[in-house]
C-alpha cells in the first residue's frame, strides 16, 4: 500500500486532488475549534462536560465542535437529515421520483432542493442550541456588552453559515478532491476523537498499568475485527450470465459468459449514518424545545436496549431501502433481454426480475444484519465499561472509517490505473 501511496503522489493531476482534499479536511478541523462570538469558552465547556449521553454522542459526530461550540457546531448532520428526507420522497412523491430518473439534470434539482433543506434545518437546530444553552440546565451567559437579541441573531447566523461553509466544502471535496465529501468529512470528525479517547481509557482506571493493558486489549479486539469487516465489505454474489451467439455485419458477436456482482452489503456505510441520524434526531428536538419528558426521551433512545433495538432494525432497514434505491432489477434484466444476456436456469423478463430480487433480498439481510451487530455490540460493551475509547472506537464509528477509508483508495485505485500504475489491492 505504501508503494501505491509514493506512486499515487507521482501523478500530477491525483497529487493536486489528494493534497486539495487534505487542505479542505485541515481547514474544517480548524473551524471546529474557532468559537461562534460573544462564548464564554471556558464556562461553556465546563457546561458540557455534565451533559446527558445524547448530546456526547452528537459531539461525537461532529469532531468535538459541540462541545467547543464552534463555528462548525451543527456538523454535517443537518445534511444527512436533509438527504435522508430527500430519499424517502423519492417514493413518495412522483416528481421527485422523476427528477431522479432524469439523470444529470434531474440530481442537479434533487442537489439544489438538499441545500435549501439542510439551510432550513441548520436554522432550526441553531436556535435550538442557543435555547439549549441559555436554559437553567446549561445557564450559559453569552457577552453582555452588546443586546442580547443581537447576540442571538449573531450566534444562530454564525451556526447557519457554518453549516452551508462545511456543505460547500463537502461538495468541493467530491467535484475537484478524492472521495466523498461529506463522507469525509464525518471520517476525519470521528478519527479526531480517537487520541483524546485513548488518553481518556489510559486514565480510567486507578492502576496505570490497568488502564495501559485495558486500552491496549481494546486496540487490539479493533485490529483483529478490521479484516472480517473488510472481508464482508467487499464479499460478492455473483450471477453467472451467458450470452447468445448472434451475427452483427460479418462478425459473430456473444457467446461469452460473465456475471452480476451483487455486494453483500451494497449500500456500504449509508444504512449507519441514516440510522444514527434517526436515532440522534429526538436529541436535536430536546435542544430545541428544552422540554424535560422531551430530554428524557432521546437520553433513552440514545442508550440503553432501546437504542440496541432500534439500531438493528433502522440499520436493516436502510440497508434495504438504500440496496433497493441503487440497484433496479427491472432495469438489469431489461437490460440483459436487450443485450441478449440470460441467466442460465431462469427465463428472461419477468422470471429474470424475479430471480434478481429474490437472490438480492437473500443477500443484504446477512449483510445488514453484520453491520448491525458490528454496530450494536461496542456499544454494549461502552454502556457496562464506561470506556470512551470504546465508544471512539465503536462498531458505527469503525464502520464508518472502513467504509469510507475503502471507498477513497477504490476511487484512488481507478486514478492510478488510468496512469498504468498498481492499485492498492492486488
Request: contains cysteine; proline residues 4%.
Amino acid at each position: 500500500m505504501l508503494s501505491s501511496i509514493i506512486d499515487a503522489f507521482k501523478v500530477p493531476e491525483l497529487r493536486k486532488k489528494i493534497l486539495f482534499t487534505l487542505g479542505i479536511l485541515a481547514l474544517y478541523r480548524f473551524g471546529a475549534y474557532v468559537p461562534v462570538p460573544g462564548i464564554p469558552f471556558n464556562e461553556f465547556a465546563h457546561s458540557f462536560a455534565d451533559s446527558g449521553v445524547s448530546m456526547t454522542m452528537l459531539d461525537l459526530f461532529t469532531g468535538g465542535a459541540l462541545s467547543n461550540f464552534s463555528v462548525f457546531s451543527l456538523g454535517i448532520m443537518p445534511y444527512i437529515t436533509a438527504s435522508i428526507i430527500m430519499q424517502l420522497m423519492q417514493g413518495v412523491i412522483p416528481a421527485v421520483g422523476r427528477w431522479a430518473k432524469e439523470g444529470e439534470t434531474g440530481r442537479r434539482k434533487i442537489t439544489q432542493v438538499t441545500r435549501y433543506l439542510t439551510l432550513g434545518l441548520g436554522l432550526i437546530n441553531a436556535i435550538g442550541y442557543l435555547l439549549l444553552f441559555k436554559s437553567p440546565q446549561y445557564g450559559v451567559v453569552f457577552s453582555t456588552e452588546i443586546p442580547e437579541f443581537v447576540t442571538d441573531i449573531l450566534v444562530v447566523f454564525t451556526l447557519v453559515a457554518g453549516t452551508a461553509f462545511i456543505m460547500w466544502m463537502g461538495e468541493l471535496i467530491t467535484q475537484r478532491g478524492v472521495g466523498n465529501g461529506m463522507s469525509l468529512i464525518i471520517f476525519v470528525s470521528i478519527v479526531s476523537r480517537v487520541p483524546s479517547a485513548i488518553f481518556s481509557s489510559v486514565n480510567l482506571s486507578a492502576d496505570t498499568a490497568m488502564g495501559i493493558a485495558v486500552t491496549a486489549l481494546i486496540v487490539v479486539v479493533v485490529l483483529a475485527c478490521i479484516p472480517a469487516i473488510i472481508f464482508v465489505e467487499r464479499a460478492q454474489r455473483r450471477i453467472p450470465v451467458n450470452y447468445a451467439k448472434r451475427v452483427q455485419g460479418r462478425k459473430m458477436m456473444g457467446g461469452q459468459s460473465t456475471y452480476i456482482p451483487l455486494k453483500v452489503n451494497a449500500a456500504g456505510v449509508i444504512p449507519i449514518i441514516f440510522a444514527s441520524c434517526l436515532i440522534y434526531f429526538p436529541a436535536q428536538l430536546a435542544a430545541l424545545f428544552n422540554v424535560e419528558w422531551l430530554t428524557m426521551v432521546a437520553d433513552a433512545i440514545s442508550s440503553g436496549w432501546v437504542n440496541w433495538i432500534l439500531t438493528v432494525l433502522l440499520i436493516v432497514f436502510f440497508a434495504y431501502f438504500y440496496t433497493s434505491m441503487v440497484f433496479n432489477p427491472d432495469e438489469t434484466a431489461d437490460n440483459l433481454r436487450k443485450q441478449g444476456g440470460f441467466i442460465p436456469g431462469v427465463r428472461p423478463g419477468s422470471a429474470t426480475v424475479t430471480y434478481i430480487k429474490n437472490v438480492l433480498h437473500r443477500v443484504t439481510l446477512p449483510g445488514g444484519i453484520f453491520i448491525a451487530v458490528i454496530a450494536v455490540v461496542p456499544t454494549i460493551i461502552f454502556h457496562f465499561t464506561g470506556n470512551t475509547l470504546v465508544q471512539a472506537f465503536g462498531g458505527t464509528s469503525i464502520l464508518i472509517m472502513i467504509g469510507v477509508a475503502l471507498d477513497t483508495m477504490n476511487k484512488v485505485e481507478s486514478q492510478l490505473k488510468m496512469h498504468n500504475y498498481d492499485g492498492f489491492f492486488k
